[in-house]
């Protein structure tokens, strides 16, 4: 079964404010084996809600309304919900009573708008809130089974697992959903989906998704199934086709970000790392520290932004930076060799380049990033071109940087 998630606050349409039941919800449905196929965000008006309703539970049979369910005017769930399935509010003097004396239990009266809360649509069951003043409704018609949640997560989580979990498992065919992960670093997005896009698309179950971000591509595979033994069994079908072509290009088959799989490379090699970083100012430092107990491996860095820093620092000569300019390999080579030379470093690893917007020339264009290694046996350095911003120059800089440790690691 696949259910939809409908959000209901214009605070939601802000930049202050973020739908997190949604993701709440999403996990719970996914453990009963329901795919999410649908998130809305509806501000407070009660003709678009209405409207966005009566679409959701013609296409999904379950739908679930967040939020909306408080006692003032811009709270119009209840009214909207009412218009989309056809059923007329009824006031029930029982939660009234009851929202009363939770007034009454905190020393205080109850304002005449919180009669509001009381109304339920009719042959909704009501679900108990003993969080807050509104209750939850739930309604099943021709199939489709509508909740209206509160919005509060303190409050909507508890009604959730206590009042809505046992009615789908009650709906819900016995599923299970399973997911393979890997992340992949090295390789445009377009030449990854041509590479393994004739496997994939032979498949509706499991479904694929690419995601990616600069220089660390994500593809998650989804297989939705009666049993946990068939799910994996799909997931290794397709995987081990996807694996074959990748190769090592694949990093993590678990989620792991690149800063953790390097660093649990050198953990296990007993090996350390330091740093010489110019274009990208600190920023692949800080990745790797990012992990946890990276001091077992990391030793440091060095910020060399300017020439006489590289040569007073590093040791880099300043004639090799005369001939070759700053930005080149052999200047590159020697700042790696350089780092590892002061720290005693096992693996050292440099970045040089020109990130923009300005400073590019006709040979050295924005964008050109070269990255030094040096390693017990030699140092040598390669020369990248990245496109986009600044930004982006700079994060694809630290990710190609990782990404060449870890490839050392693999192959030492």
Not at 44 to 55: G, K, S, T, W, Y
Not at 90 to 108: K, T
Not at 367 to 392: D, H, W, Y
Not at 394 to 403: E, V
Request: glycine letters at 10%; proline letters at 6%; a neutral charge.
């Amino acid at each position: 079964m696949n259910a939809e998630i409908i959000a209901v606050g214009s605070e939601l349409l802000t930049p202050a404010r973020l739908d997190t039941n949604s993701l709440y919800l999403t996990g719970q449905l996914n453990d009963l084996g329901v795919e999410v196929v649908t998130k809305t965000v509806v501000g407070d008006d009660l003709e678009r809600l209405a409207a966005v309703i009566q679409q959701a539970v013609r296409r999904t049979p379950i739908v679930l309304v967040t939020g909306g369910l408080g006692p003032t005017e811009d709270d119009v769930t209840r009214e909207a919900a009412s218009r989309a399935l056809g059923r007329p509010l009824e006031f029930r003097q029982e939660i009234c009573e009851a929202i009363e004396a939770r007034f009454a239990r905190m020393g205080r009266k109850m304002a005449e708008i919180n009669r509001r809360q009381a109304y339920v649509l009719a042959g909704a069951e009501v679900l108990p809130n003993p969080n807050g003043t509104a209750p939850g409704q739930w309604i099943e018609r021709d199939g489709t089974a509508v909740a209206l949640l509160p919005g509060p997560p303190a409050e909507l989580k508890p009604m959730f697992e206590a009042e809505c979990l046992p009615r789908l498992r009650r709906l819900v065919p016995p599923l299970v959903i399973r997911t393979r992960f890997y992340r992949v670093a090295g390789m445009p997005e377009s030449d990854l989906d041509q590479l393994i896009s004739p496997v994939y698309r032979q498949y509706t179950n499991p479904v694929t998704t690419i995601l990616a971000a600069p220089g660390d591509i994500q593809i998650h595979l989804r297989a939705r199934c009666t049993t946990e033994a068939e799910g994996e069994r799909l997931l290794a079908e397709v995987g081990s086709q996807i694996e074959a072509l990748l190769g090592d290009r694949i990093y993590s088959r678990s989620g792991e970000p690149l800063e953790e799989v390097t660093g649990n490379l050198l953990r296990r090699a007993g090996a350390t790392l330091c740093v010489a970083e110019s274009c990208t100012g600190g920023l692949l430092a800080e990745r790797i520290t990012s992990v946890p107990g990276s001091s077992e491996y990391f030793l440091g860095g060095f910020l060399v932004y300017n020439n006489r820093m590289k040569s007073s620092l590093l040791g880099v000569d300043g004639e090799l930076i005369a001939r070759h300019g700053a930005v080149s390999e052999p200047v590159a080579e020697a700042m790696a060799a350089g780092a590892r030379g002061r720290t005693g470093a096992t693996w050292a690893v440099s970045l040089t380049g020109v990130a923009g917007p300005g400073g590019g020339s006709e040979n050295k264009p924005v964008g050109t990033v070269v990255i030094g290694l040096a390693g017990p046996k030699s140092a040598r350095a390669q020369t990248f071109r990245f496109l986009g911003s600044r930004e982006r120059v700079r994060a694809m800089a630290a990710q190609t940087a990782l990404d060449l440790v870890r490839r050392a690691l693999s192959e030492s």
